[in-house]
């Protein structure tokens, strides 16, 4: 039994140092191929954007404002752009009393 615990021993101590020489050589071969395309480090971690989308714009403002109501109908474009205007005003104003100094901006997707 002893001898059996032994050759297990060895055999993981054997697979661990090849795992171990294998992410060596993973890394070698990573250095190899960022000098080839002239990089010398991997770049900064991404950059993180949060987004926001208003599921139902229309509903918002009408329920928001008495004008919109008349105005959701006929020009619903306007409304939403509004909207998402609004906001984004109430998520600086809320975020400014926190003191986050964020740079917000409406995208057309």
Same mark, same amino acid.
């Given at each position: 039994?002893?001898? +059996?615990?032994?050759?297990?021993?060895?055999?993981?101590? #054997? +697979?661990?140092?090849?795992?171990?020489?294998?992410? #060596?050589?993973?890394?070698?071969?990573?250095?190899?191929?960022?000098?080839?395309?002239?990089?010398?480090?991997?770049?900064?971690?991404?950059?993180?954007?949060?987004?926001?989308?208003?599921?139902?714009?229309?509903?918002?403002?009408?329920?928001?404002?008495?004008?919109?109501? +008349?105005?959701?109908?006929?020009?619903?474009?306007?409304?939403?752009?509004?909207?998402?205007?609004?906001?984004?005003?109430? #998520?600086?104003?809320?975020?400014?009393?926190?003191?986050?100094?964020?740079?917000?901006?409406?995208?057309?997707?």
């Amino acid at each position: 039994m002893l001898t +059996f615990l032994l050759a297990i021993s060895v055999l993981l101590s #054997l +697979f661990s140092a090849f795992l171990y020489w294998q992410t #060596l050589e993973q890394k070698k071969i990573i250095r190899q191929i960022l000098a080839r395309e002239d990089m010398d480090e991997i770049g900064d971690d991404p950059e993180l954007v949060l987004t926001v989308k208003v599921r139902d714009p229309i509903s918002v403002a009408k329920k928001e404002s008495r004008s919109a109501r +008349f105005l959701a109908d006929h020009l619903p474009v306007m409304v939403s752009k509004m909207v998402y205007q609004e906001v984004m005003k109430e #998520l600086e104003r809320e975020l400014a009393e926190r003191q986050i100094d964020v740079d917000m901006q409406i995208e057309y997707r």
